[in-house]
């Protein structure tokens, strides 16, 4: 009987163990629904359907974000991202460095000092692409950056800009960006996003495993 209960409490400390690695992941979706300056593409022709995403993943370590900004084919042809914008909660970043994909022209940051177009508010950092290719981040591209800062996590970017006279009153977007290149400009942003996602690192999931094969293996036992 103690030995089954041994490998029983054996399997059950790995899964305590594999509980408590997780990375988190915070992804805001754009569509053209979230327009607030300018004219919006014809293309998606549903203004609730996603044409961007920026992904923030922490891998499961504290002060050191990658974040992944993607324009998806269903945008209006000849359109791109010329600027995105975002916030953080301990602003300024130490660090932006880039990774892969289309490449920034410019980046800034600071704290609550890039103003949006608008009604958008001021972020606290900022990507400018270039507006002629190569080089866009147009239709089906991705420019990928590693974020720097003390003890940031994915969750730290669920942040919202403030009001930017002579707008007093504005501001409130966790993210904004600027699509131009099909004839006209538009700004869009978010109004806010949900938690984030906690995932299972790699050795992680193997722990999971190894803890469900004791528990198998304590049942046989009883057998």
């Given at each position: 009987m103690k030995s089954h209960l041994k490998g029983a409490f054996a399997a059950l400390g790995l899964l305590s163990v594999?509980?408590?690695?997780?990375?988190?992941?915070?992804?805001?979706?754009?569509?053209?629904?979230?327009?607030?300056?300018?004219?919006?593409?014809?293309?998606?022709?549903?203004?609730?359907?996603?044409?961007?995403?920026?992904?923030?993943?922490?891998?499961?370590?504290?002060?050191?974000?990658?974040?992944?900004?993607?324009?998806?084919?269903?945008?209006?042809?000849?359109?791109?991202?010329?600027d995105w914008y975002f916030n953080v909660d301990s602003a300024p970043l130490s660090g932006i460095t880039f990774v892969s994909g289309a490449a920034a022209q410019t980046i800034q940051n600071g704290t609550d000092a890039f103003k949006a177009d608008g009604t958008g508010g001021n972020f606290d950092f900022a990507f400018h692409f270039p507006t002629n290719?190569?080089?866009?981040?147009?239709?089906?591209?991705?420019?990928?950056?590693?974020?720097?800062?003390?003890?940031?996590?994915?969750?730290?970017?669920?942040?919202v800009s403030v009001s930017a006279p002579p707008n007093a009153g504005n501001g409130g977007y966790v993210s904004a960006l600027h699509v131009q290149g099909y004839g006209n400009s538009v700004w869009i942003g978010t109004d806010g996003g949900p938690p984030s996602n906690e995932i299972p690192e790699p050795a992680t999931l193997a722990l999971l495993g190894l803890g469900l094969l004791g528990i198998a293996a304590t049942r046989r036992q009883k057998r």
């Open positions: 594999a509980g408590g690695a997780q990375a988190a992941i915070f992804q805001i979706d754009f569509t053209t629904a979230g327009a607030f300056s300018g004219t919006a593409p014809s293309q998606p022709t549903d203004p609730n359907a996603i044409f961007a995403t920026a992904t923030f993943d922490d891998h499961n370590s504290s002060g050191s974000v990658t974040l992944t900004m993607n324009v998806f084919n269903n945008l209006s042809a000849g359109a791109y991202v010329n290719a190569p080089g866009e981040l147009a239709q089906g591209h991705t420019s990928i950056y590693t974020l720097t800062g003390t003890g940031i996590t994915a969750d730290s970017f669920n942040a």
